[in-house]
């Protein structure tokens, strides 16, 4: 299967009001390109300096998704062109891309991580942290000009039993679902990837980051 094709079949089956992240990491500029030529904009990396190389040479109607774990020193490298961060895990993270979006007179949106796996090695809030990170954002605008949070972002455990993610996925939701109300900004909740996103976007996931099922297994 081609590249095209793959992408072609995957957006068959999307949902109208769920966004795909085409996640591109470790895949070489040219396979980007034959995804771009199949009608996808929005790509997904998670190494600063691999998109920011990415960046540089490919068209620019692209929206670059930060889908890995940030390290504060790098944010600087992708304020200037960065559409979504969806990794935000902590407050002094958020400080840093409030400070550099600033510097580059823009307003970056970003996701909130919720820590939402039985594993240990995955990134995360857990809700008292995420609350009071949204409390410090939206009512300390002085300080949080410059960027916007706009929903959550979750991984599940990674495991074969569907009723496990299944619930990972459902407490998450459940969890947007009470911000959002009170809050017109949350718009996106990204959840679910090659090997779970059918099951993610039954529990309600807006924003699902395919790689694997569109360019082939990892280099």
């Avoid at 949902?15 to 790509?43: C, H, W």
């Avoid at 990837?193 to 807006?206: Q, V």
Wanted: aromatic residues 6%; contains cysteine; glycine residues 6%.
């Amino acid at each position: 299967m081609s590249i095209q094709n793959n992408l072609r079949s995957i957006q068959a089956t999307l949902p109208e009001n769920v966004t795909l992240v085409a996640v591109s990491k470790t895949k070489p500029v040219s396979d980007l390109m034959e995804a771009y030529k199949a009608g996808q904009r929005i790509f997904g990396e998670n190494k600063i300096q691999e998109m920011s190389e990415k960046w540089e040479v490919m068209p620019k109607d692209i929206q670059w998704h930060m889908i890995g774990h940030v390290q504060t020193n790098k944010v600087k490298y992708m304020a200037p062109f960065v559409s979504l961060i969806h990794g935000v895990d902590s407050l002094k993270l958020a400080q840093e891309i409030n400070k550099q979006a600033q510097k580059n007179n823009r307003i970056i949106d970003c996701l909130l991580q919720v820590y939402i796996a039985e594993e240990e090695s995955k990134f995360g809030l857990d809700e008292r942290e995420l609350n009071e990170i949204l409390k410090q954002v939206q009512n300390d605008k002085e300080n949080y000009n410059n960027i916007r949070i706009v929903g959550l972002m979750g991984m599940a455990t990674f495991t074969n039993n569907q009723n496990q993610i299944k619930k990972e996925f459902s407490r998450l939701k459940t969890i947007f679902d009470t911000i959002a109300i009170h809050n017109s900004q949350f718009t996106i909740l990204s959840m679910g990837m090659s090997g779970d996103y059918a099951l993610a976007i039954e529990c309600g996931s807006t924003m699902v980051r395919i790689g694997s099922s569109i360019f082939g297994n990892r280099n």
